[in-house]
C-alpha cells in the first residue's frame, strides 16, 4: 500500500537528515515501534540523502536495500520511491559490477550528462540495488545461482583465459552446474549481448582488476587443471566457483559507491555489524569492504530500521542456559557500530554512568539518576529515533486470554503415544538400538493432535518409524479402530467429522467456523464499510465482525496441521451438507464443482448499461430492497420505452436470455420483446453486484501486467475478473450456495443473490483504498487484485494405511481455507509462492488462516483483512509478543477501519472518512491518529485487535503470560543493562508509577518538538 508519510515520520525523516548533515555521524538507528511504517520514514530519508548528494553532484545516486529475505524485499522496495530497481535475481554483489556500468552506459548514451560530467535534467539518474546476506555477502553459500554463474562464465571466457574448445566445453559444464542446456545457453547468450553492449574499456578493466587479485593465478591454475581433467572433484569445484565469486564482488563492492545503505530489520543479521578485524571469513572481509570505515570521506550514510535492535529482554532462564546475557552483548554491539572512535568513548562512559546509577538505586538519590537519564538519553538521540503508538487499549489483552477444557481425545492421544514409545523401547532393545525418547515431549502434544500425521521432518516420528519397522510394514502397539494419532481417510473420504483432540485446535475451530453462525460460508471478509443495509439476517449479517487469524507456533508442524484441519472442516461443513443432496460428493470425487462451468457467462459479463444503472454513491445508506425495487422500476420503464413488456416470472431463466436483454438495454433500440420479472430481478443484481461489473465500475478496461508461465504478459480488465469469478468454481462455493440457498434458482442466480448480500462492490472499493489511498493507478490495482488470488494446493500427510506400510504413498490433502507461511527456502518458486500466499492473506478472500513460525515474526504486513492474532505457544520474551502482533497492529489495519466506518458511517468514500476522522480526533499526536491509533473514549464500542492465547489447565502458560505483560513497560528501562530481570523487579519494588514514567527514554522527534513548543 503506497502512502504519504505523516507529521511524525516527516519529523523523524528530519532529526535524521539533521544528524547526517552535522557530519560527524554517518550511521543512524531507526527503532519506531512495529507497525509504525519505518519504510515510509525510509522514503523521507532517502529523498533527503538524494538533495544532499545532488549538491555534491554525484552521477548516479545509489540506494542499497539490505534486508533478511526476498519477501521482504518483494514487499518494501516498491514502497522507497525509486522506480529504476535491480532484479533480485541479480542482486549477488558478484554482478554489481555489470548492471552498474549497463547503467552508466545508458545513460550516457542518452546523453543525459554534460561534458564536465554532470547531469543535465533535475531528476538525478538513481539505482535502487536490494541485497540479502545469505546470497550476497556469503560466498560459501552453494555455487550462487544461475544468473551469477553464467555472468562469471562469460566474463572468464571474454577474458580470454577460456580458448580451447574442448575446455569451453568444460568450463559450460562447470559453471551450468545442471542446469539444463537450453536455459544454460539462453542465459549465456544473454549475458554475452550485455557485457558486449558496454564498452570494451569495461571487459578491460574489469580483466585487469581480476588479474591482480592475489589469489587469482592460483585460482586460474586451479580452474585450468580442472577443465583439463587434472584435478576434477567436488572440493576443486566449490574452490573454483566460491573463489570466482568472491573475487567479482569485491571488484563489485569497489564499483557500488552506495550513497546510502539501509538494513531493514537487521537484528536477523546482525553479525554484518560486528567489527571484527581478526575475522578473516569471506563474509567479514565483503562486509568490511562495503561499509569501509566511518573516517572515509566516501563512505556511505548508513540508516538500520528496527524495532527490536538487540535482544530486549533477558530473563534468568535464559541467562542461565547460555551463561551469558544475549541482550547486553547485542546492545553494546550495536552501539559500537553505531559509535565510532571518540564518539563511541564518550557514549560508553555516559552509558556506564547511567547504567551505575540505575543498578544501585536503593543507593542512588532519585534526581541524581534523572539527572543521568537525561545525559544517556540525549546521547542516544544523537544516533537513534524511536516513536511509540499511544498506548490506546485497542488490542484486548485479557478477554481472549483462557483456560480452554481439555477433552478425552487430548488425553487418549496423549496416552496412546506414551504406549507407542515404551513398544518402541522394547524394540530398540532388541534391535540394539539407542533409546531416543522415553517420553513424548509435553509442547508436541499441547501443539498438534494426530503427531505422526504431520510431524514429518521430527526425529521423534523417524525414530518410531525404524523402532516399530518390521517386514517393510510399520506395526503399531494400538488398535487401528481406536488409534487417536493418526488420520484416517475412510474417514476424510466421507466428509466425517474429526474430533480435534487438541484444547488449542477445538478454540480456533470455534473462532474461525461456528457451524451456527454459518462462518464455513463465507467466500470474502465482510465489508467494514456496507454501501446499504439488507433487509434478511443472512450470513454476512450474522458474521459482520468477521476477521481473518494469523496463528504463530514454535513448531513448523503446526502449520500443516491448521491447514489441512481447518480446510477439511470447512469442507466438510459445505460440501458435507451439498452431499446429502448428491451422493457422489466426497473428498475425492466431487461433481459440484461442475456446476459453473456453464453458468459464467453472466458472472464475466459486463456492458455500460448495467454499469450506470447502478450509483453506489447515490443509493448509499438505503435499504436492499428498496434499492432493487427502484432499479427493477428503471428497467421496465426502459423495456416499456423501448417496445417490450413484462411478463410474471417464468418457471426458469437462461443465462442467455438474461444477456440477451443487458444487450437490446444497452444498444437501447425499438424492437418488441416480452422480458419476465425475473430477468428483470437478475439484471438487477448483475448491476449491483456482478463481480464484472463491479470490477469494470471502479477500473474500467485497463491493461497491466501480468505473471505467466514464468514471463510478465500484458492483462485486461477480463483476466482480473476471470480471477475473481473463479471462486466460486470451487467444489466448496457450490456447497456454500447449496446450504445457504438450497434449490432457490439457478447456481448463476444464487451467485448474484450471494455477491448483493455481501455487498460485493464494497468490498471491492474498500481493498483498492488498501492497495492504493488515491485509487488513481489503475494498472497497478488490476495487477494487484489478478495477483491476490491463490490456487489451491496440498500437503503431502500419513494416513493409517500408508504409515503402516511405507510403500504406499501418502495422501496428498487440500489446503485453501487455511495455509501455511513457513518455508525458508529463497528458491525462485517458493519465493514466488510466499509472495502468492502473503498477498492473497491481504486480499478480503481466502485463505481466512494464515500459520507461521518466527519467519513471519518480523517485517512483513499481514493487516489489512485480519483483527485476531493467535498466540499457539507463548513467546519468551515480551518484545517477540510485540513483534508478532505488530504484523496486523499497522496502518489503517482492519480494526481501525472498522471503527472509523463505524463512527462516521455518514460518509461515503474511505478517503472522505478518514480524512474526517483526522480533523476530529487527531489533536496533536502527529499522525499517529487515526491511521495507527484511535483514542478508545471517543467511541461508544470498540472493534479491538484479539489477542487469542489458549491455555491448558495446571500448566504455566497462565504464569508466563501474566510475568511478561508485567514487564512489558519496564524492560524500556533496562535497555542496555545487563541482568534485567533482577532490575526490573528491584525498579517494581523501589519507584512509583510516575517516577517510571520519568525514566523512559524519549526518542521521538515529533514528541519532542511538540514538548519545545
Known sequence: MKKEAKDFQRATADRIEEIFRNGNQKRVLLADEVGLGKT??????????????????????????????????????????????????????????????????????????????????????????????????????????????????????AMGFIDDEMMDEAAQDLFCDGVKRDNWTYYIESYSKRIQMCNEEYVSKTHAKISSQKDFAMLLEKLKAYLLGEEKNLEAKQYILCGLRMMFAQISINELEPDLVIMDEFQRFSSLITDNANDQSEQAIITRMFFRTMNDEHAPFILLLSATPYKPYTTLEELNEQNMDLHYKDFLKLTNFLFTDAKAEEFRTIWKDYSTHLTQLSQTHFEVLRISKIKAEESMYSAMCRTERLKDSLIDMTHFVKEEPISAGDILSYAQMQKILRYCEERATKKYMEVKYRNVPMEYVKSAPYLLSFMDKYTLKQYIVKACMKDNSIQLPINNRSQQVLLKFENIKCYHPINSNNARLAKLLRVMLDEKRETACLLWVPTSHPYYSTTEHNVFERNKSFSKILVFSAWEMVPRMISFMLSYEAERQTIGKYKGGNKSATYTNNVAEERLRTDSEVLTYFNKYLEQLYDPKEYYGQNIANIETLLALKIETNVMRLGGKTINEGARVTIEEAIQVAKWLEADVYEPREVSKRIIKNLVRMAIASPAVVLYRRLGIVNFSKQQGGKRTEGTIHDVIHELVSIFNQRWSVGIMYRLYKSDGEYWEQILRYCVEGNLQAVIDEYIHMIDETGKRKEDIAQAIYESFVGVSTLEIDTTESFRNPQKRKRRMRTHYALPFTNKKTDEKNVSRAIDVRQAFNSPFRPFVLTTTSIGQEGLDFHWYCRKIMHWNIPSNPQDMEQREGRINRYKCLAIRRNIAHKYNKVYAWEDLFNEAYNNLSGQYGGLIPYWSIPVEAFEEVEKIERIVPMYPLSTDRERYERMNAVLSLYRLTMGQPRQEELVELIHDILTPEQVEELLFNLSPIKRKQMDK
Open 40 to 157: 515510509i520514514i525510509a522514503k523521507e530519508v532517502i529523498d533527503r540523502v538524494r538533495n544532499l548528494r545532488r549538491e555534491k553532484h554525484d552521477d548516479i545516486f545509489r540506494v542499497v536495500y539490505v534486508c533478511s529475505n526476498v519477501n521482504i524485499v518483494h514487499q518494501n522496495t516498491k514502497n522507497l520511491g525509486i522506480d529504476k530497481q535491480l532484479n533480485i535475481s541479480e542482486s549477488r554483489l558478484s554482478m554489481q559490477h555489470l548492471v552498474i556500468q549497463e547503467q552508466v552506459t545508458a545513460l550516457k548514451k542518452d546523453n543525459r550528462y554534460r561534458a564536465d560530467g554532470k547531469y543535465k535534467d533535475e531528476k538525478m539518474p538513481e539505482l535502487l540495488i536490494p541485497l540479502t546476506p545469505g546470497t550476497s555477502f556469503s560466498m560459501s553459500y552453494g555455487y550462487g545461482n544461475v544468473n551469477e554463474r553464467a555472468l562469471i562464465y562469460c566474463m572468464i571466457h
